[in-house]
């Protein structure tokens, strides 16, 4: 079983969602970002992330033709944030679970190291994405590096991806199962066991003790 490293809060705080921030707050945020690709500039810190080369090959054989389906996610293009290269999500292959974060998102900051371990946990069974979303790409890569987050990540400053789901806040987890049906979950963040649970049922993946 994954080791859970929550510790719940009392009290309705325990169970709040961060809605994007104002545009006031995006630019102090993002203000290390360039409107350029990422990866642009030359002072940018390293990225702790993992290339995203293998997210169109599905993590397990198919049994049958369905890992050729395209996934059902927006047909978006987003860069992945390690090297830059465009990742075409219609092309992602399950079964995987996309997590939608940003570094400025408190639950974020507590569940992404879970779905690190869960990544860890189903090493070549399961896709685990992240997509930082809203973020700076500086205040993204220092808070992955103090947490030791290393799973494949896309970089959405423009929350495209939150917005063609229809999701207001963060975070956000797509559950995409072999054939490429997804389930968007977006309620209170999952805890270590709940994440087990929710991988299982929508992916088929179970997630060894």
Do not use: K
């Amino acid at each position: 079983m994954i080791e859970s490293a929550r510790q719940r809060r009392a009290g309705p705080v325990s169970s709040a969602r961060w809605l994007v921030p104002s545009m006031t707050l995006v630019l102090a945020a993002s203000a290390a970002c360039t409107s350029g690709s990422p990866g642009s500039r030359s002072d940018e810190p390293a990225s702790p992330f993992a290339a995203c080369d293998a997210l169109t090959v599905a993590p397990t054989p198919a049994p049958d033709s369905s890992a050729a389906a395209a996934a059902d996610l927006p047909d978006l293009q987003l860069p992945c944030f390690t090297g830059g290269r465009q990742v075409r999500l219609t092309e992602l292959r399950g079964p995987a679970v996309i997590n939608l974060w940003a570094s400025w998102c408190d639950p974020c900051r507590a569940e992404l190291p879970a779905m690190q371990r869960l990544a860890d946990a189903t090493a070549g069974r399961l896709h685990v994405i992240g997509v930082d979303s809203y973020d700076s790409r500086d205040a993204a890569a220092s808070f992955a590096t103090d947490q030791r987050v290393t799973l494949p990540t896309l970089f959405d400053r423009d929350m495209r991806l939150m917005s063609a789901l229809g999701r207001p806040a963060v975070p956000v987890t797509v559950f995409l199962d072999a054939a490429g049906r997804r389930h968007v979950y977006d309620q209170v963040p999952p805890d270590d066991a709940q994440l087990a649970a929710l991988v299982g049922a929508h992916t088929g993946v179970t997630v060894q003790p």
